[in-house]
């Protein structure tokens, strides 16, 4: 399954393996980590959970079941192909608890199974007779009214008919190439002449047009693929069509650019062509499929058994995003919410106009996205040093944007105004690298210094610099964040974002930038935790800082917020603290490997996942000892590949008044008891109840908490969150 391809001196492989245990010894005992993959289900399962809570409003329930099917496409393109290669190859990656992926594998399946068929009812048996009560339909052929069905036949003879291609399998032609994602039909057919059967694909072009086509009025949908097949007649005249079901491909994505391509830009297009014809890895069935279908599939795509699911009611509910945008319907959605810009940067309550460099020389400014906003922020930010005369260089990496981001044009006229402009642009971010590689192209062609990172490591860091010229001398501003700088998910995801004049971490984000820019290889930094050079070394420093005064009889306590924990090397040191009697109080999104609640290990250590409206997916690092209280944001979780491959940045957060407002953030998503779950000994995840007590939801409160502090209101309501967690 090893693959290979060069176009010049571009070379395309697949990934190594990045989430192993570091050399230098054997694997650790398997009874102190839970299996990566495993979690990583039970986190999908509390998305699941979500689309299957009656207390939340309807459409944000859909929106959850589209979300939860748009992991899963993730999870089996890069992890469950990443184990299917290790099963063939008998090369098996060391994973800290010990697992073979062969064993892994067999874990995964039936506990896929079970998600599916619950994913699946929930979404027939619930939420779509739900939907139809309040006036959004969802409908098949056979339920369509005679008004309905003039206007589908009109569409499918205009629209649909014209890019319809049916290719016969079989009687010695070429298996037709199906690309990853896609959704066909397989159609078996009977030609009356020769009384023969025959199977065909139909690809349904949901890449060309609606996979839920709106009907008159915008609140009644039908499936393209049930347009298609009430009009097979039409695609093979002088045929009988006997059957057909709908069927989906997931391949391979777990591509990389090897480490000696030449010109990375090249290789990422490669690569990006090279995706196209990877293995399959799991092939959707629609339930109850004819065998004079589903024979030919299989043996034709080369799949075993458990790589084949067969799916009750519509397949690929991720479309179901369509469904969650429909016009109108407050009622059965969240409360709208608009961003409050940060008290300090209102224009009418401050004597510079809200200029966010004027409140950064007054001192250290924290904003807190969604809660407050990011275009009146960090948008802000850039646009001031853009038409600032004084500014000199303006410097930014890009992980994920949106192809509407303004501060990437921002760049471009920053060395239309004579600035020096620097863009780090990471063309490995996966399923982002299209839009990346169009940004980089057009800033190279604008003059600004377009940088791709160091070979073997992506760069994943979160920073802006800004060189202003002040009298005789310079000054550093630095915005160094969790999140991408993406308008969209910023207004979709928590997010915390550090603004500062700090001389230490200015010069810091400038060795970091000449770290990502030339030849520096700097092996400390002032302030700045970074990796792969300091990062987890700081942070088990700050661990054994903690312990240390605990046993001196001082109060002490760790408290962690991150999307991951995974790196054996940190969870060990978190279950030292526990031996030593320090309290860790950890909130994970997702994937959580250490073992809590363990006598004489862990029983100092609870673990608490939020989930909730927006995308939990900020970092926070704090070590809580009388009169050195540490605490960090940035971009890092705790994964060896965070730690080990990848560039990351966590920055000090030194003021007390804004380490206060952190802290504050990070008591309320461990005290939340409305969309919390609690992890156990065993590895079950316990979903947290008031139980008659007052109900505490973390993002509610913190959208109090803005409106309450914060100034005035910017933009328009968020939207419903992407469908990736």
């Avoid at 007649?233 to 045929?239: E, I």
């Avoid at 990011?374 to 004084?390: L, Q, Y």
Wanted: charged share 25%; proline share 6%; hydrophobic share 40%.
């Amino acid at each position: 399954m090893a693959k290979r391809r060069a176009e010049g001196k571009a070379v395309v492989t697949r990934r190594a393996e990045k989430d192993v245990y570091a050399p230098g010894g054997g694997p650790p005992d398997a009874g102190l980590f839970f299996n990566r993959e495993l979690s990583w289900l039970a986190f999908n399962d509390r998305v699941l959970q979500l689309a299957e809570s009656p207390e939340i409003p309807l459409l944000e329930r859909v929106k959850f079941c589209a979300i939860y099917a748009r992991n899963l496409d993730e999870f089996f393109m890069i992890r469950v192909s990443r184990l299917h290669e290790q099963v063939q190859t008998g090369v098996a990656g060391l994973v800290p608890d010990g697992s073979a992926p062969g064993w892994i594998l067999e874990q995964v399946h039936p506990r896929l199974m079970a998600q599916g068929r619950r994913h699946a009812a929930v979404f027939e048996r619930e939420l779509r007779p739900a939907l139809a009560e309040k006036g959004v339909r969802i409908l098949r052929w056979a339920e369509l009214g005679a008004e309905e069905r003039v206007q589908v036949e009109q569409r499918f003879r205009d629209q649909i008919f014209p890019v319809l291609t049916p290719l016969a399998i079989g009687l010695g032609r070429h298996f037709p190439y199906i690309s990853n994602l896609s959704l066909s039909l397989a159609v078996l057919v009977r030609d009356p002449v020769t009384d023969g059967e025959n199977v065909a694909r139909v690809k349904v072009p949901k890449e060309l047009l609606p996979r839920l086509v709106p009907l008159k009025g915008g609140t009644t949908f039908i499936p393209l693929e049930d347009i298609i097949s009430s009009h097979l007649d039409a695609l093979f005249p002088g045929m009988e069509v006997l059957d057909h079901a709908l069927f989906r491909v997931t391949r391979d994505a777990d591509f990389t650019v090897s480490e000696d391509a030449e010109d990375l830009l090249i290789a990422m297009e490669v690569e990006l062509r090279q995706r196209r014809f990877g293995e399959v890895i799991r092939l959707e069935l629609q339930a109850g499929m004819n065998p004079k279908l589903r024979e030919p599939l299989v043996e034709a795509l080369g799949l075993s058994e458990s790589q084949i699911f067969d799916v009750e009611g519509l397949l690929d509910l991720g479309d179901l995003q369509a469904v969650v945008g429909v016009p109108g319907f407050p009622e059965l959605r969240d409360p709208p919410w608009t961003p409050v810009t940060q008290p300090r940067l209102v224009s009418d309550a401050s004597s510079d106009g809200g200029s966010v460099m004027a409140a950064m020389r007054r001192g250290d400014l924290l904003v807190h996205h969604p809660y407050e906003s990011f275009s009146t922020s960090v948008e802000r930010f850039v646009e001031e040093a853009v038409e600032d005369p004084d500014v000199l260089a303006v410097k930014q990496t890009v992980y994920r944007t949106s192809d509407s981001s303004p501060l990437v044009p921002a760049l471009i006229r920053a060395t239309e105004n004579g600035k020096q402009a620097v863009c780090m642009v990471e063309l490995k971010a996966r399923f982002d690298e299209r839009t990346n590689i169009q940004w980089a192209r057009r800033l190279e062609e604008s003059g600004v210094h377009v940088v791709y990172g160091i070979p073997g490591l992506k760069t994943h860091a979160k920073a802006i610099l800004v060189i202003r010229r002040e009298g005789d001398r310079v000054r550093h501003y630095v915005h160094i964040g969790t999140g991408n700088y993406n308008p969209k998910t910023a207004r979709l995801y928590t997010d915390l974002g550090l603004f500062t004049t700090d001389p230490d971490i200015g010069a810091d984000v400038a060795d970091l930038f000449n770290f990502l820019t030339g030849f520096a290889r700097p092996d400390r930094f002032r302030k700045l935790l970074v990796a792969p050079v300091s990062l987890r070394d700081g942070l088990l420093e700050e661990i054994l800082k903690t312990v240390a005064a605990h046993a001196s009889g001082a109060p002490a306590r760790i408290g962690m917020k991150m999307n991951a924990l995974v790196d054996p090397t940190l969870i060990e040191a978190l279950y030292d603290a526990s031996r030593a009697g320090v309290h860790v109080d950890l909130n994970v999104r997702g994937i959580c490997c250490l073992r809590p609640g363990v006598p004489g290990m862990s029983e100092h250590i609870r673990v608490v996942s939020t989930l909730g409206r927006f995308l939990e997916h900020s970092r926070i690092y704090l070590f809580d000892r009388p009169r050195a209280v540490k605490l960090y944001i940035g971009s890092a979780d705790l994964m060896p590949r965070n730690l080990d491959h990848r560039v990351e940045v966590l920055a000090p957060v030194e003021d007390p008044q804004l380490q206060a407002q952190v802290r504050d953030s990070l008591e309320r998503s461990l005290a939340d008891n409305t969309l919390a779950w609690d992890l156990k000994p065993d590895g079950e995840w316990v979903r947290r109840t008031a139980a008659g007590g007052e109900r505490r939801s973390a993002q509610a409160e913190l959208m109090e908490r803005a409106k309450r502090f914060g100034g005035s209101a910017s933009g328009a309501p968020s939207a419903a969150p992407a469908p990736r967690a």
